[in-house]
């Protein structure tokens, strides 16, 4: 098992540019997430959904809009970067409300 | 807030000691969780104690619960470098879909 990817690693946007950063899990996990962590903030829930088709609003869903058409897949959209954005993004999946699984992460700079 | 508030923030031992962090949160709970962080990485999960238990084991973790302090501590015994991470306990909500993170404990092990 690949477990939690997350596509791409890197990437830098200008203000003002959308982009979709890519999770995907091969667990058949039910539970996925996303987080942001900033410098001495630790994480915080974005948007997150308990199932294909069903998905609802975090700690800091602005700026943000998610998708679960699959139970492999949860993509995170950003509509229109901006520099408040820069940040490092964790996906997470769980196969119930117990042990979450992380993906490596993509750092986000948006300029 | 709904967070597992982490404490010390920052903790420097030498290798071979025992570190000793915790965690105090405000609402009840059905489990506590204790992750790790690598500089750079994604979370990794560690242990896990319900509410209906007080102490628990994993290699050298030990973890304890009082839920009517409504604290938990996290010992690492016999400390290795590569213990250097950050270490988190979040809470999850009560529906168990939302997990909301502090900003973790920072733990340095000196060789």
């Known amino acids: 098992n690949a477990g939690v990817t997350q596509t791409p690693k890197f990437q830098v946007l200008k203000t003002g540019q959308s982009m979709t950063l890519q999770c995907a899990q091969d667990?058949?996990?039910?539970?996925m997430s996303w987080y942001r962590q900033d410098p001495g903030m630790g994480l915080r829930l974005i948007h997150y959904s308990v199932g294909a088709g069903i998905t609802d609003q975090g700690e800091v869903p602005n700026g943000y809009n998610v998708s679960r058409s699959t139970t492999e897949d949860f993509p995170l959209r950003l509509l229109s970067a901006a520099p408040s954005q820069t940040s490092v993004y964790f996906c997470?999946?769980?196969?119930?409300?117990?042990?979450?699984?992380f993906g490596p992460g993509t750092r986000l700079t948006v300029l | 807030s709904q967070q597992g508030e982490e404490d010390p923030q920052a903790l420097s031992i030498q290798e071979g000691e025992n570190a000793t962090m915790n965690c105090s949160y405000k609402t009840s709970i059905n489990n506590l969780q204790w992750y790790r962080q690598n500089s750079g990485r994604g979370l990794v999960h560690l242990i896990l104690i319900r509410s209906n238990e007080r102490e628990k084991h994993s290699g050298r973790l030990r973890v304890t619960l009082d839920t009517s302090k409504k604290s938990s501590s996290l010992l690492i015994t016999a400390s290795r470098a590569a213990d250097t991470a950050s270490y988190f306990c979040?809470?999850?909500?009560?529906?168990?879909?939302?997990?909301?993170f502090g900003t973790g404990t920072s733990l340095t092990v000196i060789p």
């Open positions: 979040p809470r999850s909500s009560n529906t168990g879909n939302q997990f909301y």
């Open positions: 997470a999946s769980s196969p119930d409300d117990n042990e979450q699984f």
């Open positions: 667990m058949n996990h039910e539970y």
